[in-house]
């Protein structure tokens, strides 16, 4: 499988000639992302990772995603796929567990939006907005988010302890918050005897 990171929190997954996307959000202005995928997952419905206007332009597309995106949604009938914590999909050639139900708290006076987390083929796990701990080759982590600190990062690795973690959600950080990224996912690669690293846009990695 082939993995190729987008933008902040894209990821497109390819394998015998077919592909998905998880999370073309506005903050992934490459129109490459979504060049001949069968199928989009939406992990939640904040703009880093959802782009309505940009699902309504690729017709005919099926999309995978929480009660929540769905919702905005409504317009485009039978293409939108509503998925729950525990359901098996075949996707485009893939097999994809849905994983988790909610967005990590990210505001004491709001409750969590609707998020939940795609395992693809047993090997990668992108949990969009949350820390769901799965036992997975592939961790596709998030780097850095205002609702997250990098102890939690750590934390998070520790616990999933994969083979492999490459780091995506990262658009809001400069090059010396990158620079701080790359160090603690190095460190951390080190301790546990792992591949741990950043994908950066454009990226893509072979697992």
Not at 55 to 69: D, N, S
């Amino acid at each position: 499988m082939r993995i190729t990171k987008y933008g902040h929190a894209c990821v497109r997954l390819e394998k015998d000639s077919r592909a998905l996307v998880v999370d073309p959000g506005l903050m992934t202005p490459e129109p490459e992302a979504l060049r001949g995928v069968e199928a989009v997952l939406i992990t939640h419905e904040h703009f880093d990772h959802f782009d309505a206007d940009r699902l309504r332009e690729h017709p005919g597309l099926p999309v995978y995603t929480c009660p929540g995106v769905a919702r905005q949604l409504a317009d485009l009938g039978e293409r939108v796929h509503v998925v729950q914590d525990g359901d098996v999909l075949d996707v485009a050639g893939f097999r994809v567990t849905v994983v988790g139900e909610k967005h990590h708290v990210s505001h004491p006076d709001v409750p969590p939006v609707d998020n939940v987390g795609f395992l693809v083929d047993g090997e990668v796990f992108h949990p969009g907005d949350a820390l769901t701990v799965v036992e997975v080759p592939t961790l596709l982590a998030p780097g850095q988010a205002p609702w997250m600190t990098v102890p939690d990062l750590i934390r998070y690795l520790r616990a999933v302890r994969p083979r492999r973690a490459y780091a995506i959600h990262d658009g809001l950080l400069n090059e010396w918050g990158l620079k701080v990224l790359d160090s603690v996912l190095d460190s951390e690669g080190d301790r546990l005897g792992a591949e741990f690293r950043r994908l950066p846009a454009g990226g893509s990695a072979e697992v």
